[in-house]
């Protein structure tokens, strides 16, 4: 049995924001409290339905073993974090409506072959534009916020098992919201569904033969019955917690996590054990001669227990996992994590004539080889995957 406990990852990321930056004593002492009374509801939680830490989801228990690892009194403030510099004013010119058209042809029933399609059509946009922008040697900082949101959508929806659950959402959604649309004299069915960036719970729009309804992407990991209450929300006049409190839940803030910074986040590279400046400045010195200029570094969000790193050709950014931001993992293994990033970095990507990307070559596995202990490192990251 798996026994959800809301709210949890929430706080996890709230207190890593706290603690990035200068906090007061007093501050400090009512984190201390708040994280005090979670465990503690955590605690009587697990107690009343006996069972363990590992009933919970995987985001849920890493959240909670940060929280209960921590050691207020040992935590040194950060800097505070630079003010983000305002975006570029170089648009993709066409981005916007393909995706347009490409969110109306996922919103109706498709057959396999048409599904197919769609997300290669998501693979090749995504890596055109990483091309076009390398060729003319364009960063993240160049674009505007809409084009960088965009990519950050497509980037997200490149894994096809994520373009699966877009495609399954549709589907539980589409059958609730046209029964509710058929009940409702306002609005006519069917139900044209989108999942996309939104900074509020939904949007609407009539027109004459359908309706539009556009949700936040991370609605795609709710289930079924959560698109009734939706819909009684929305047309209804109905209480609207259900949906804040499903968009608070761990999935939903796992997936907002991760477009966040694949949608444009500033740096943070300070941790509250280590510091990804130094990871980089030791790795950069040892293997690459101190000759590679730094890229943008930033710790995650969400406490992934599968993909420990990440680096944006575009945006030239690498994402450390914060998982790995705890005492009991060594500054060699986060190296290890920074080192892969980086050799993504000076190796870059192999594009074949058909326009398909390989990172993983011989050449770059033969390059990581070369990391002193790499095997011992490797096999911890293992175990912490395992932990999951």
Request: hydrophobic letters at 45%.
């Amino acid at each position: 049995m798996t026994l959800r406990i809301k709210g949890v990852v929430r706080l996890a990321q709230h207190v890593r924001r706290e603690l990035a930056q200068p906090i007061t004593a007093a501050r400090r002492e009512h984190l201390r409290h708040t994280v005090a009374k979670a465990l503690a509801q955590v605690h009587g939680i697990l107690a009343a339905h006996n069972t363990t830490l590992q009933a919970m989801p995987a985001p849920t228990r890493r959240a909670y073993q940060f929280l209960a690892g921590l050691k207020l009194d040992e935590v040194v403030s950060s800097p505070a974090p630079a003010t983000p510099q305002p975006r570029g004013d170089i648009k993709l010119i066409g981005l916007k409506a393909f995706w347009d058209r490409l969110l109306d042809h996922l919103a109706h029933a498709r057959t396999p072959d048409e599904e197919d399609a769609l997300y290669r059509s998501i693979v090749a946009t995504s890596q055109s534009v990483e091309r076009h922008l390398h060729v003319n040697g364009l960063d993240d900082a160049a674009l505007t916020a809409s084009s960088h949101m965009v990519l950050g959508w497509l980037a997200y929806f490149r894994p096809r098992e994520n373009f699966n659950a877009y495609v399954a959402a549709v589907a539980r959604a589409r059958p609730i919201l046209d029964a509710a649309l058929q009940r409702h004299p306002g609005y006519r069915p069917p139900a044209v569904v989108h999942f996309r960036p939104l900074p509020s719970l939904y949007r609407l729009r009539a027109y004459r033969n359908a309706t539009r309804f556009v949700l936040p992407t991370p609605m795609i990991a709710l289930p079924a019955e959560f698109f009734a209450a939706l819909a009684d929300a929305i047309l209804n006049g109905g209480s609207r917690q259900p949906v804040v409190e499903a968009l608070g839940s761990d999935e939903c803030q796992v997936i907002q996590a991760e477009l966040d910074v694949l949608g444009g986040q500033p740096e943070q590279a300070r941790g509250l054990h280590h510091d990804l400046v130094a990871a980089f400045e030791r790795v950069n010195a040892r293997y690459f001669a101190g000759a590679l200029a730094r890229p943008r570094l930033t710790w995650s969000r969400t406490f992934s227990g599968r993909k420990f790193g990440h680096y944006d050709t575009v945006r030239d950014s690498v994402m450390i996992s914060c998982t790995l931001d705890r005492p009991d993992v060594p500054p060699g293994v986060l190296d290890f994590v920074v080192y892969h990033e980086l050799l993504h970095k000076q190796l870059g990507v192999n594009w074949s004539a058909t326009g398909r990307a390989a990172a993983h070559t011989p050449e770059f596995c033969a390059a990581e080889r070369r990391f002193d202990r790499g095997a011992e490192a490797h096999a911890m990251l293992q175990r912490l995957a395992r932990e999951r």
